[in-house]
């Protein structure tokens, strides 16, 4: 039965009540319980296997291991408290359920696009309404917790998309969130070039700096200690990438020494480096291992700011050879090299103008 109605994707859409067990599948990008999930839980199987098990005994450790979460803990108690106030949005696809000698039977199921930590949370309500009734208290609710969601026939890249979007317009996203993501897509075909997607298509795809994204792209390769730093913001970012980087070097290098190994097992020549890939997908990053016990500096304190003119008076007196440089100054004002330079020409010409036509009148008073 339809809950409410809500504007999306242009139009009103049914908000429907899914139960959590048909909700199988994540396209989140983001991690919605990053602690757990470096323990090696997955979020869905944590529901399904301990939340909505039949054994209390699970459904307590489900608990127990949210209590490791905060932020869960805390959405759950707001949707007890005031209802889900935002529908979770899943991709709707259908799904075989049963084989039987007239054919298969379908039934439909759902993929988060966005929401995950909504049903987490939900998860832990139903828990514990289930540890309730099996210790003979009264439940939280009269009936099994449901999710409200709007549900939608889209492709996964799309469903991937809107996850993307959620975050990235909401909840700010941590340093550590954009680098899985970026890293992530960094090892995606481009079905156009036919090749891995590369750093500067990635930023231009996400409408963000190259070397921003390049830094971000190799913090998941930080030991686990150091992600911890940059997640909570009490490190240097810039010191951060940049350690990221040489163990992200590190860890390309060891991947592209297994694969050709595993060529040459096989009888195959080694892949070429930046022409070939192994035969497997590449895995998903590893943080390192080695910290030596040092901590990341810690955040440095806030410069004073330029204006604007002060910057582009400093681009155009730098020289033209000195490109680097240059380049930097137009990345602070938010314009490509070419069009910074553009620009510098444009005002170098304004500033003769002005001059030319001010010596001009100091040349008439002096004749007068």
Request: hydrophobic share 35%; proline share 6%; aromatic share 4%.
């Amino acid at each position: 039965m339809a809950q409410r109605v809500v504007n999306f994707r242009g139009g009103e859409q049914i908000v429907i009540p899914w139960t959590l067990d048909k909700i199988i599948t994540s396209h989140n990008p983001r991690r919605p319980i990053r602690k757990l999930q470096r323990q090696g839980h997955v979020p869905l199987e944590l529901v399904h296997n301990l939340a909505l098990s039949d054994d209390t005994a699970k459904n307590s450790e489900y608990i127990a291991l949210i209590a490791q979460e905060p932020a869960i803990e805390s959405l759950a108690r707001s949707i007890r408290t005031i209802g889900q106030c935002q529908p979770i949005i899943l991709r709707t696809f259908r799904s075989c359920v049963s084989k039987s000698a007239e054919g298969k039977e379908y039934e439909q199921r759902g993929g988060i696009a966005a929401g995950e930590r909504r049903i987490l949370a939900v998860a832990l309500l139903e828990a514990e309404r289930r540890v309730a009734i099996g210790k003979g208290e009264t439940p939280n609710r009269d009936k099994p917790w449901t999710v409200d969601a709007i549900g939608w026939d889209m492709t996964v890249e799309e469903a991937g998309q809107i996850g993307w979007d959620e975050n990235d317009q909401r909840e700010q996203m941590t340093d550590l969130d954009y680098g899985e993501r970026f890293d992530a897509k960094l090892r995606e075909y481009n079905p156009v070039t036919q090749k891995p997607y590369t750093i500067q298509e990635v930023a231009d795809i996400f409408g963000k700096n190259y070397h921003w994204v390049r830094g971000r792209a190799a913090l998941p390769y930080l030991p686990i200690e150091h992600q911890q730093q940059v997640e909570d913001g009490t490190c240097n970012i810039t010191e951060a990438c940049t350690l990221a980087l040489r163990h992200k070097a590190k860890a390309l290098a060891t991947e592209q020494e297994q694969a050709d190994q595993v060529r040459e097992d096989k009888g195959a020549a080694p892949a070429v480096p930046d022409q070939g890939v192994g035969d497997q997908p590449p895995a998903q990053p590893q943080p390192a291992k080695d910290t030596g016990g040092e901590p990341l500096p810690g955040r440095r304190a806030r410069r004073a700011t330029l204006a604007l003119a002060d910057v582009q008076a400093l681009f155009d007196a730098t020289p033209e050879a000195n490109t680097e440089r240059r380049q930097a100054f137009a990345e602070v004002m938010g314009l490509t090299l070419e069009q910074a330079s553009k620009d510098s020409i444009a005002r170098k010409e304004v500033k003769e103008s002005r001059d030319a036509k001010a010596a001009e009148r100091r040349a008439r008073k002096g004749a007068a």
